[in-house]
């Protein structure tokens, strides 16, 4: 007995890895050499080789396809998602994936399939209710405080998104977590774009001012969520500005035409939401700065202005003299009014009161029954009373001024010093030596000759006499009649 037969192994041949790839690839190739496929064009990738890499399928299956740089070349048209072809070529299999593909020698259209029939379908009946057109479209807020991203959670893309922001304006992210394929996605993202508008003032998460929503490339099967009328119906209801960012720059959705606005990738969709925060700061300071020369230009303008305006503008007293000088006339011409007025109305009442006299004399002659003889005595009388009046006061004028006579002063004993031409001595400093002068008692004069000119002692004591000494000449008081210590003699 043999030892497999031993330990209950089957008698059966083993094979390697390789050589079973490698006997799948025979049979398929010799029994599938040159096929012909009918199929929608879908994950179309054209590699930076040249090489195009995309799969064919129908309703029930999908076949891998490869087209060569050679072949591609050749091609009258380029193959894109969407588009039935009919593809001539061999099966073969790729044994590293252990996965078979159909090697495409040459294509043809043979017409849209049936996704990208339904996608126009939809596409047009939107259009025609007016979600596309351009003025319901909203302005992007220039530096929102809080962005909403839907999105898968752990994808790429949320990282790219929070690293793109990082670098460029670091903002708050409220990420609302979604399937983004498969069944129930889009019914998720549906959900998080009008959750996201429900929000307000009083909700414990703030209110988003805008909205991203984000999603990697794929086949048209892998994006078709956001090409659900349900998702495009929300897009187009939602208060909040909304940026699509779904698929590569290629891929092209239903949100894409209805949001207010199409970024090629996440990350630029990041771009588009937020400015650079060291441009804007090199900005702000760039304005700063010429906003301070401006103003420096401004002021010193005005100042030129102002001194051009100083220089011709007259001082306070010019602009007062012309109103000084009108005031002057003014009131010279007032009070040259005032007395004109005064003298007219005096008179006016000058004239008045003398039409006015006669007739009062004359009531007063009627009513007292007087006769104009009577009245030239009563006037005769009073002039008569008024001249007596009179002369009695210049007779007692007279009597005043006869006392107050300097005679009457000579006449008690004073004497009276002048000289040749009549002048009164008045100081006995006057008195020169050899002057002659006059001496004038109450009865008469007499001619004296000075000896010697007084000296300012004599001077003194003639002004001021000692008491032993006797008053003589204009200074002596009554005679035989010496006044007493330190008085004057009364002139009268």
């Known amino acids: 007995m043999r030892e497999n037969e031993t330990d209950g ?36 990738m054209a590699a930076r080789s040249g090489h195009l890499y995309f799969s064919l399928k129908d309703d029930r299956a999908v076949i891998d396809s490869v087209c060569w740089r050679g072949t591609a070349g050749k091609l009258q048209f380029r193959p894109e998602d969407g588009l039935e072809v009919i593809c001539t070529g061999k099966l073969s299999t790729f044994a590293p994936r252990s996965r078979y593909q159909l090697v495409v020698e040459a294509m043809e259209p043979a017409g849209i399939g049936a996704l990208m029939a339904l996608l126009e379908e939809r596409r047009q009946k939107l259009s ?12 992007l807020p220039y ?15 949320i990282r790219d998104i929070l690293h793109r922001l990082r670098d460029r304006f670091p903002s708050r992210v409220l990420l609302w977590p979604v399937l983004v394929q498969g069944k129930g996605a889009a019914e998720q993202v549906a959900a998080a774009i009008r959750g996201f508008n429900a929000l307000d003032a009083s ?49 092209t959705t239903l949100i894409d035409f209805v949001s207010d606005r199409r970024a090629p990738t996440p990350t630029a969709a990041a771009e588009i939401a937020v400015p650079v925060r060291a441009e804007l700061v090199a900005s702000n300071q760039d304005l700063g700065r010429r906003l301070g020369l401006a103003l420096h230009r401004l002021l010193a303008e005005r100042r030129r202005d102002l001194d051009g305006l100083a220089r011709g503008l007259r001082g306070p007293r010019e602009l007062l003299a012309l109103a000084r000088q009108r005031l002057d006339e003014g009131t010279e011409r007032l009070h040259r ?41 009563r006037l005769q009388r009073s002039v008569q009373g008024r001249v007596n009046e009179h002369r009695l006061r210049l007779a007692g004028l007279g009597q005043l001024l006869n006392s107050l006579s300097f005679e009457r002063v000579l006449e008690r004993g004073y004497a009276m010093v002048r000289r040749r031409d ?35 002692r004599t001077a003194k004591r003639a002004r001021m006499p000692r008491e032993s000494e006797p008053k003589t000449g204009s200074q002596a008081g009554p005679r035989g009649n010496p006044k007493e210590p330190g008085k004057q003699g009364s002139l009268f």
């Open 9 to 44: 192994a089957p008698n059966l041949p083993e094979y390697s890895v390789s050589e079973i790839a490698a006997a799948v690839k025979r049979t398929v190739e010799d029994n599938f050499g040159y096929v012909r496929v009918r199929g929608e064009v879908s994950g179309f």
């Open 128 to 139: 025609a209710e007016g979600l596309f057109a351009q003025e319901r479209k909203q302005a």
């Open 143 to 157: 530096l929102p405080r809080v962005i909403g991203v839907v999105t898968s959670p752990t994808g790429a893309v």
């Open 203 to 251: 909700s414990p998460v703030p209110r988003p001012d805008l909205l991203i929503v984000a999603r990697g490339g794929g086949s048209i099967e892998d994006l078709w969520a956001f090409n659900e009328e349900v998702v495009a119906r929300a897009v187009a209801e939602s208060q909040i500005p909304l940026i699509s960012a779904v698929g590569h720059e290629t891929d």
């Open 337 to 377: 009014a005032l007395l004109i007025f005064g003298g007219e109305k005096r008179n006016a009442l000058t004239a008045i009161a003398a039409r006015l006299r006669p007739r009062l004399v004359l009531e007063r002659v009627e009513a007292g029954g007087k006769s104009l003889g009577d009245f030239q005595g």
């Open 422 to 456: 009549g002048g009164v001595v008045m100081a006995a400093a006057e008195a020169i030596a050899g002057s002659a002068l006059a001496v004038r008692f109450h009865d008469g004069e007499v001619a004296v000759t000075v000896d010697d000119g007084p000296s300012r």
